[in-house]
């Protein structure tokens, strides 16, 4: 069975760094695009960070340019958020997201989400 399991939420200084990691496990044929998403308390899901498989293509939400920084480690089916100048209103739960293919000829793949990881931000 496939999972994504988040890692390294917690409870941080405004201005202060947080390290997201997302570890995907099971058996699959390939780990296509990964991405970070967060949901703040009475707000939607919103896009925070996505990365592709090939080239490494990396899309930021503009609230977070210049300060969260997404990255892989395709050997171990890993993928980052480093999350630097933190401010409260990054506060959020933080859900990891990934295109997963079972097959050589599972051409589309299956969206699978992590359970999330609670990231606050306050002094």
């Known amino acids: 069975q496939v999972q994504l399991v988040e890692s390294g939420g917690g409870l941080v200084q405004p201005g202060g760094s947080l390290r997201l990691s997302c570890a995907a496990s099971?058996?699959?044929?390939?780990?296509?695009?990964m991405g970070w998403y967060r949901q703040a308390p009475g707000k939607e899901r919103e896009l925070v960070a996505s990365?592709?498989?090939?080239?490494?293509?990396?899309l930021y939400a503009d609230s977070v340019k210049g300060r969260f920084t997404i990255s892989r480690d395709k050997d171990k089916n890993t993928a980052y958020l480093e999350m630097n100048s933190l401010k409260p209103e990054d506060t959020a739960v933080y859900y990891c997201?990934?295109?997963?293919?079972?097959?050589?000829?599972?051409?589309?793949?299956?969206?699978?989400w992590g359970k999330g990881a609670l990231v606050t931000v306050s002094s």
């Open positions: 997201n990934a295109q997963i293919r079972s097959g050589w000829d599972d051409f589309h793949g299956k969206e699978y």
């Open positions: 099971g058996s699959f044929f390939s780990l296509d695009t």
């Open positions: 990365i592709t498989t090939v080239g490494d293509n990396t």
